[in-house]
């Protein structure tokens, strides 16, 4: 039989637990963390282009970044439709 102090250790585990995966769902729905990975991708982009000589790769290296930002906005949307239409778990 289970004891009061097993399953309050128990308990302490799931708090635990569930702390630890609404801050990581936090973190991946943040705009600190989609604005910190717009920031590496122009950055990486930007020195990939200099140093393979392309005009202006600062300006260039926008592109990209902003494609990137634009999906991180965009996908939220589509996975409330996919998750209301096909997913449709009873």
């Known amino acids: 039989m289970t004891t009061l102090k097993q399953l309050e250790i128990e308990i302490k585990k799931i708090k635990e637990r569930n702390y630890k995966v609404e801050s990581d769902k936090s973190w991946e729905t943040s705009y ?3 604005a910190l990975l717009a920031l590496f991708t122009y950055l990486a982009i930007g ?38 239409y096909i997913y449709k778990k009873d």
């Open 32 to 34: 600190t963390r989609k």
């Open 47 to 84: 020195i990939y282009l200099y140093i393979i000589n392309i005009n202006k790769p600062w300006l260039n290296a926008i592109v990209p970044a902003v494609g990137f930002m634009l999906s991180t906005l965009t996908l939220p949307f589509f996975k409330s439709l996919w998750m209301k």
